[in-house]
């Protein structure tokens, strides 16, 4: 067989397993980020007497309390708006005149969309569930590279 043969069967069937595994390398790639992110703080932590699976825990907490404040601060004024949208809109379809003459279908393509709301529901349920899993994994996984990970 041909040596040039074997190399590109070989980097064919390289890059088709890279293909297949690339949500676990990018898991683990987030992963490795998120250590080499936290370590130096982690690291000073544990400087300061912390034992280092509290200082990691310790960084956790802080991440996700941040990330809780972000929310609390922006959903507010998201349904304000979303409220005034909702409140508004009627009236100012209604002004338009614009969509009249389009009533009948507009009203059918809705109640086509209506029969299809539970399937779309589910998929935003097992979508949520299988990204919690993720972040989950990703969270265990930086727990334990961080610590392995010694200074």
Same mark, same amino acid.
């Given at each position: 067989?041909?040596?040039?043969?074997?190399?590109?069967?070989?980097?064919?069937?390289?890059?088709?397993? =890279?293909?297949?595994?690339?949500?676990?390398?990018?898991?683990?790639? %987030?992963?490795?980020?998120?250590?080499?992110?936290?370590?130096?703080?982690?690291? $000073?932590?544990?400087?300061?007497?912390?034992?280092?699976?509290?200082? @990691? =825990?310790?960084?956790?907490?802080? @991440?996700?309390?941040?990330? #809780?404040?972000? /929310?609390?601060? /922006?959903?507010?004024?998201?349904?304000?708006?979303?409220?005034?949208? /909702?409140?508004?809109?009627?009236?100012?379809? *209604?002004?338009?005149? %614009?969509?009249? *003459?389009?009533?009948?279908?507009?009203?059918?393509? @809705?109640? #086509? $969309? /209506? #029969?299809?709301?539970?399937?779309? %529901?589910?998929?935003?349920?097992?979508?949520?569930? #299988? *990204?919690? %899993?993720?972040?989950?994994?990703?969270?265990?996984?930086?727990?334990?590279?961080?610590?392995?990970?010694?200074?």
């Amino acid at each position: 067989m041909d040596k040039h043969l074997v190399k590109v069967i070989l980097y064919v069937a390289g890059a088709y397993v =890279l293909y297949q595994t690339l949500d676990i390398v990018f898991l683990f790639y %987030i992963a490795i980020l998120l250590t080499l992110s936290l370590n130096p703080v982690v690291t $000073k932590l544990q400087s300061m007497h912390f034992p280092r699976g509290l200082a @990691i =825990l310790f960084m956790y907490l802080s @991440i996700f309390v941040s990330l #809780s404040l972000l /929310i609390a601060i /922006i959903t507010p004024p998201l349904i304000v708006q979303t409220r005034h949208l /909702i409140e508004t809109l009627p009236e100012a379809i *209604n002004s338009s005149q %614009i969509l009249v *003459n389009y009533q009948a279908e507009i009203t059918k393509e @809705i109640f #086509s $969309k /209506i #029969s299809i709301l539970p399937q779309a %529901i589910l998929g935003i349920v097992v979508g949520l569930f #299988s *990204n919690l %899993i993720t972040v989950f994994t990703t969270l265990v996984l930086t727990f334990y590279l961080l610590i392995q990970r010694q200074g």
